[in-house]
């Protein structure tokens, strides 16, 4: 892993994978979308926020990291029976866990 890494940044690594390989779900398994032209659309929107976290984390840009997972906590909102835990990622962000500030 890298230098920077730390146990307090498990939970947003846990969140970018589960955004990142949870959007591409519907490209395996279709029949499992609830309407494909929809799902595909949001998943790729929330596949490209997994992305952006996996991309800006390595290089140890950990206030951005925590600046998009505060920002999900609109999704959190918005996908309300889902709203526990992206409220619980949003306050990870909120609080700059994954920095340490």
Known sequence: MHSHFSLRHIPTLF???AT???GVIHFFNAEYAISQAVMVIGM????AIGIA????YPRGK???VNTVM???RYV???NGFRAGSGLAIAAWGWFSM???R
């Not at 790729?44 to 596949?47: E, L, N, Q, S």
């Open 15 to 17: 969140a970018s994978a």
């Open 70 to 72: 505060a920002i999900l």
């Open 76 to 78: 959190g909102f918005v």
């Open 62 to 64: 950990l206030e951005v």
């Open 98 to 100: 994954t920095a340490g």
């Open 44 to 47: 790729a929107r929330i596949t």
């Open 20 to 22: 990142t390989f949870g």
């Open 53 to 56: 976290i996996f991309t800006v």
